[in-house]
């Protein structure tokens, strides 16, 4: 008997959580659509995480050659190529969309484009330009399962003056380079572009309301970064609101909340993102949204329609790209594979891509002193080896926290050179729950700054800046 159905599974949103859900379950024999209004890819590949992070290592190469003279080496005529740098991330980030695209293909979903809008619980409407691939020549389908993974999107702060700001969004296709910039926020985005920014020589100032960048982070982390932002000629503001913006004959000029004027160039808001909810026609499927518009999901990424699914930035938890894969992958494991599983959200390891970096997993020393009875605090700064000759003025930090009674390991901080890299590693350990004496009983790689990790004996005797507060 034929299905009453086109699909079993119907995905709204190609980015990193629904292509891979996409693909993977139709690995497991499901008939599997998937509708994208933009570019196969998603924020991650098109306009964040990857380009982000090429841009960021065209903004180091500025230090690098600095520092290559305390090795011997005289580097000539430095000049910086904004154009080339952005055909060349255009050309790879295409590749990118083209082997997303090859995957879905090879893996028999069929592809559709265009806006993707429920109609009740099983339809969908697909609106926009022409579709490929698809089966059936009608615009709407109908599908026993319907996954959401469409992702967040910019927003800006109320006030007047943000229509002459640029988002995360615009940031990635910019004309040229600007000689003055003001980034706004002190999240992620806004310390990842302050830091790029600077590095390919524009004039940052980075602006935010709280006392100190990258909040909800170990204290120390952000202390340390922030000096790092600082010595490197970030203009840092903290306490302070942008009240609005004027565009001049000059460029544009802020109103600051503590009275003055500032001219700049262009303003990147970096003040956080909202899911991508709007359009979608989630009411009329029974879909029940949280205060902040998030799809409300349980520990499977069910949502409150049973057959209606969601996973990544579009649900309210937490918004990086492996979190909204392996979320793809327990959905996958609960509806096709008979195994039912609900995604861990703990000690999940991010990393900011800010120079330094900084990477993190598990507790900080604030949220450990709430958790736990009695913690230990193991602290290091230091100054690399590599700056030694360079004679840069940058120190690493690297920051263990120990719960007293289990002797668990429950959280690892650092702002330094490769700290996502190293971080990595040490996320393995604290997710298989490993000890204090476990790190001890370690033998180091001699000589790195990660060795430190597993070399820090006696737990800091003064409180720490958050305990002491
Ligand atoms: P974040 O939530 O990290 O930061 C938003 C910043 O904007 C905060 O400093 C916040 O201040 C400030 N802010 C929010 N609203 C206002 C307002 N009305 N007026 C003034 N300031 C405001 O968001 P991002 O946009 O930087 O990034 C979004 C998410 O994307 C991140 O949370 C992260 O999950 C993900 N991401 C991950 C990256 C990575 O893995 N390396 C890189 C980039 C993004 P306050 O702290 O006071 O609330």
Request: charged share 25%; net charge negative.
């Amino acid at each position: 008997m034929a299905s009453k159905f086109d699909y079993d599974l119907f995905v709204i949103g190609g980015g990193s959580g629904g292509v891979r859900a996409a693909r993977m379950a139709a690995g497991t024999g499901a008939r599997v659509a998937i509708v994208e209004s933009h570019r196969y890819g998603g924020t991650c590949v098109i306009r964040g995480c990857v380009p982000k992070k090429l841009f960021s290592y065209a903004a180091h190469y500025h230090e690098d050659f600095e520092d290559a003279a305390g090795f011997g080496w005289t580097v000539g005529e430095q000049r910086f190529d904004w154009r080339r740098l952005m055909a060349n991330k255009n050309a790879e980030i295409a590749r990118l969309e083209g082997i997303y695209e090859r995957l879905l293909n090879d893996a028999g979903v069929a592809i559709h484009r265009g806006h993707g809008r429920l109609l009740d619980a099983h339809g969908i409407e697909v609106e926009g330009s022409a579709q490929s691939g698809a089966q059936n020549p009608n615009r709407s389908f109908r599908a026993e399962t319907i996954l959401i993974a469409t992702g967040g999107a910019p927003s800006y702060p109320p006030g007047p003056g943000w229509e002459f700001a640029i988002s995360s969004n615009e940031v990635f296709e910019l004309d040229a380079l600007p000689e003055r910039a003001v980034v706004y926020g002190g999240g992620f985005i806004a310390v990842e572009f302050a830091s790029i920014f600077n590095g390919l020589g524009v004039q940052v100032t980075e602006i935010y309301r709280g006392p100190q960048i990258l909040r909800g982070f170990d204290d120390d982390v952000r202390d340390a970064l922030a000096a790092e932002m600082v010595k490197k000629g970030i203009a840092l503001r903290l306490e302070t609101t942008i009240d609005h913006i004027e565009k001049t004959a000059s460029g544009l000029a802020l109103r600051l909340s503590d009275g003055e004027t500032l001219e700049t160039d262009l303003v990147l808001a970096a003040t956080g993102r909202r899911p991508n909810t709007g359009n979608l026609g989630l009411s009329a499927a029974g879909v029940a949204l949280n205060e902040g518009g998030a799809i409300m999901v349980d520990a499977y990424s069910c949502s409150s329609q049973p057959n209606i699914y969601a996973v990544g930035d579009v649900t309210d938890r937490i918004a990086l790209t492996p979190v909204a894969i392996a979320e793809a992958m327990a959905f996958v494991d609960t509806v096709y594979r008979g195994t039912p599983r609900a995604m861990d959200h703990t000690s999940v390891p991010s990393a900011v891509f800010s120079h330094p970096t900084v990477a993190t997993v598990g507790l900080s020393e604030h949220e450990a002193r709430e958790v736990c009875a009695e913690i230990d605090i193991y602290r290091s700064s230091f100054r690399p080896l590599r700056h030694t000759l360079t004679g840069r003025d940058e120190r690493a930090m690297m920051k263990l926290i120990v719960d007293r009674r289990s002797q668990k390991v429950v959280g690892a901080h650092m702002v330094g050179a490769d700290a996502p890299e190293i971080i990595q590693g040490i996320a393995v350990a604290i997710k298989a729950g490993a000890t204090k004496r476990d790190f001890d009983a370690t033998v180091g790689i001699h000589p790195t700054a990660a060795e430190e990790f597993v070399t820090l004996r006696e737990p800091v005797a003064e409180p720490s800046r958050q305990a002491a507060e």
